[in-house]
């Protein structure tokens, strides 16, 4: 971190190499090889090769695997059911929303209803209620003769 002063001479020290220990592989160990017994005893077969040799043993079958199970097919009826219930369930739902709908309809009309009653006896009344007040009519002259409200005043 400081530089050193330059009265000083460096020392040397020794240095040690330290070389890793290498791990011998691991060697992996064959299982053991346990004997089975085939179900039944197979039978000795013999084979005379093409130039007179007779070889002798066992004959190997290949080995067979497990038929699998076939799925039961899904009858028609159980898939029509399972659709109709889908279908039910869908008719359902749109008809509460339907009603729900219609319910809310209804009492928008109801009270536009009431609105425009309110607003219509509200008119009458003031035409009814309006004329008491006023009881002249309107006056028009015409060549010297008044006329007021259907009757001649000469």
Known sequence: ????????????????????????????????????????????????????????????DPARTEPVAAKPAVSRTAVNVALGGVGFLAVSGGLLLLTSFIAALTAFISQLIILAAVIFGGWIAVQILGTHGHQGGTTVNIRRAVFKRNHFHG
């Open 1 to 60: 971190m400081y530089p050193e002063h330059p009265s000083r001479v460096p020392v040397q020290r020794a240095v040690e190499v330290h070389q890793p220990t290498p791990y011998p592989p691991a060697v992996p160990v064959p299982a053991p090889l346990v004997p089975v017994q085939p179900n039944t005893v197979p039978t000795v077969a013999s084979i005379v090769m093409p130039d007179g040799r007779i070889v002798t043993g066992y004959a190997v």
